[in-house]
């Protein structure tokens, strides 16, 4: 009676873990060199990422838990619950990242997109990411194409004024607005939707499309944007390609704002696959970035706040940023990679005051390891 109560502890518990799957990936930073003309050079190492993935499937259902472990005061990036109730149609809700980008990694480097820059470029729209969700995706990949339709809101909050909810909270005129990790969000004082069509004509082709409306009740205007993305993945080579339009206005008390702002974002890579180990390849990325800056001198203080006078002057300022990385990948073992490369920026600034444009040029360098596990 004993053996036959272990072996069907056994076979339940057996059962009871297959429903679950933990994922990690860690990013080191092995050595990194950066010039920045008109400042001193300097040599980094340390780790770039570090994420741990929880999966769990039952059946119709399934969840993800995305730990963002690397040093984010957000721990959780990441919770959502998934139900397919037909082969063509899955709901998505929780916490996580709106289908738009494609964010395809460079060479040996993260994109603008995602950050990675010497020379800051100043656009405002990053991954549109830590969103909380509802997603109704229509298709499959291996139907030939599939569409996501998402309704979000962000996970960060707006500290409102406490005798007046339409407003911020403002320590003086000239505060920088706070925010609130918050569980939820109010769609009576934000709201976005999202939708994105894929083409996927074989297993190795993939043709985008996508658009973004965001409102805000404290911003002059809406946000909105699109993007168009390609992805060819052979086992000879990758061919990718992106662009990314943004319009973005914000409260002239918010930490990065502008009254009007124009975001131009294009990616285009190359990848060789010499051997099964060994990969050489190039990812070219653009920034043009306009930005109308509002004026303190339009805003009625008594009443509102009128932004931080350093940068609400009412001018214009322009940004075209240049960035090139070539390099090799190298992999280690079937889940362990070697990414080394050389980056070249260039950007032309043209800002406050200034009637010519300015270019600044940065050289860099880096080797990193990637490890899935």
Known sequence: MLRKIILISSMTLCAFAADFKVKGFVALDLLNLEKVEGQE?????????????????QEDFSAKIKL???????????VLVMYRFDENYKMTFGKGKIRFHQMHYGISDITYTDGGYMINTSHSFRDQDRKYLANLEIGRRKNGYYQNITFFGNSQSIKRDRDDASKPYLSSNSGTIEYTQEKTFNSKYERGLAYQFNLTPDYETQYSIAAL??????????????????NKNTES??????????????????????KKQYDNLIQLGYLYRLTDKLATGINLEASFVRKQHHDKNNYDSSTSGYGQSKYN?????????????????????????LNYGLIFERQYRNVTGKTDLEYYNAYGANLSASFWF
């Open 41 to 57: 050079g300097s040599i980094g190492l340390g780790y770039g990422t570090a994420d741990v993935k929880v999966y769990f499937n």
């Open 313 to 337: 002057d009412g001018e214009t300022s322009k940004f075209y940023s240049y960035k090139a990385n070539p390099g090799f990948q190298y992999k280690l073992a079937q889940r362990a990679q």
């Open 213 to 230: 409306y965001y409102w805000r009740d404290i911003d002059p205007d809406a946000d909105w944007a699109f993007d168009l993305a390609y």
């Open 68 to 78: 963002d472990i690397d040093g984010s005061t957000d721990l959780m990036e990441e």
């Open 237 to 258: 080579f990758e061919v990718w390609f992106e662009y990314v339009f943004a319009y973005t206005s914000k409260h002239p008390n918010d930490k990065y704002t502008s």
